[in-house]
Nanobody, 123 residues
Framework: QVQLVESGGGSVNAGGSLRLSCAAS????????VVWFRQGPGKEREWVAS???????RTANSVEGRFTISQDNAENTLFLEMNSLKPEDTAIYYC?????????????????WGQGTQVTVSS
């Protein structure tokens, strides 16, 4: 049974930083694609960053240079380091996974989701 559990969300002022974690069980991060999505108030869910089985990472243009995705294979945990946060980064952040070594950016292609963690950035 696959489980993804996010943590690390919270409220920060603009310019601040947060580090999100996603602990996985029943699923090996290092041999599959894992991603972060977010959904802001009144917005559609959008892809933020991904890492595939080869360790290749991608980030959305809106967070490029500010957010970094990484994983700890020994702990089977995914991270999202978020710096220089902006009010428009306010959203519920989800980690998601698929049993495939290659990544996609469309939410419908992911089978497993965490419960989400709230990030609120105040101006």
């Amino acid at each position: 049974q696959v489980q993804l559990v996010e943590s690390g969300g919270g409220s920060v002022n603009a310019g601040g930083s947060l580090r999100l974690s996603c602990a996985a069980s029943g699923f090996t991060l290092s041999t599959n694609c894992v991603v972060w999505f977010r959904q802001g108030p009144g917005k559609e869910r959008e892809w933020v960053a991904s890492i595939n089985a080869l360790g290749v990472t991608r980030t959305a243009n809106s967070v490029e240079g500010r957010f970094t995705i990484s994983q700890d294979n020994a702990e089977n945990t995914l991270f999202l380091e978020m710096n220089s946060l902006k009010p428009e980064d306010t959203a519920i952040y989800y980690c998601a996974a698929r049993f495939n070594r290659w990544c996609e950016i469309h939410a419908t292609l992911f089978d497993y989701w965490g419960q989400g963690t709230q990030v609120t950035v105040s101006s």
